[in-house]
């Protein structure tokens, strides 16, 4: 087992004047009560609280200051303070919700006062997607987060951990490539190889894929016969319910994937990768509606997640055309039905096979022609393609020194 920490990055999405108000007078509150107790140079949790305590704060802030502020003027021994501290929060200050249905996805409560809090719609660094669903799921620990602004914008860093099981020491040659296809008729299709190069009968969550369908078209249908009648408060909760629904058949269905892959000898697990999904234009409606309407992105990051915690590496592809060439022979085939893929090829033997199964052999294949590569080697500098980075708040003395520069995902 290793334990794992991150830091992850989230971005307030446009906070309305009120919002900004609010985090502003959190700021400004927080800011004086630090320099107030670094002043009185209190040295214990005890003396930076009788300073803090009259402050209009969230006892989460508090908390905070009373760990960091002894911390600055025993350990750090610093002479006097940088102007510009984030506001930081204990432990489980910060709640996420997730609501995949939405444009934007995330949601995070921020303390405000002791009795108030903002919830405020959140992007976070799209790498850091699988860590988010597993801080949602309960499976990875919420640690110290603090929030600040930069140039206008308000960001959140969470520092979150996690333990995972260590993978073994097997070169990426003699890995069982593992395809695991996120689909709309069988919600996951995996497959791989065996020994000998044939496919192995696949595995499909078809009659998941099913349950999900029906459970947002009932959604979909009774949300707007609510609405019509004007019930938007029962219409948003009946909403609730049937994701929570949808959210419990995605957790089966990622677990059982992974536990799939760990059947194997030596597996890794390839997926398609979503930045490419996501820029490529020509996917169009089809793939849209793949990423939105299907939790693409939330299948994805806790397969992802749930396999780093079993150590099972997982890769990536390019998701062209998997599911429109032949896996035997590579022509660019059709689907006479839904669920078949036809090759063209007439020298191939292959004619007819199931299409999810096919699209998941050519994702598993496309890691041993060489087409992966491996989100986690480059972590920490590759989301240029989500804009520029940011040098994070200089916010403690001690940090300063390390002159660490944090990405921010700042798009
Ligand atoms: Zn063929």
Redesign the pocket.
Known sequence: MTELTKTLELKLVEPNAHKRRKLRETREAYQQALHDAFNARCTTQTEANDVVVNYDLSGYAKNALKKYVPQLTTTYNAGELHDDHPVRFTNEGLRLDHKPENAIEWYVKIPHHEDYHLWMPAQPNPEQRDWLAALNAGDATMGESRLFERDGTWFLHVTATRNVEDGSEVSAEERTPIGADIGEASLVTVCHRDRHGSPTAPELWADEGKTVRRLRKTNFTAKRRLQMRGSERIAESFGDDVWNQIGDVFHRVTREVVEYAESVENPVLVLEDLTYIRESMDYGDFMNRRLHGWGFAKLHAQIRYKAVEKGIPVETVNPRNTSKE?H??G?V?YRPRQATFK?T?DA?W?GEYQADANGAINIADRYLSGESHSREHTDGNDSAEDGGRLTAPQDTQADATKQETLGTYAS
């Open positions: 032949c035997a022979c022509e085939g090759c090829n191939c292959m």
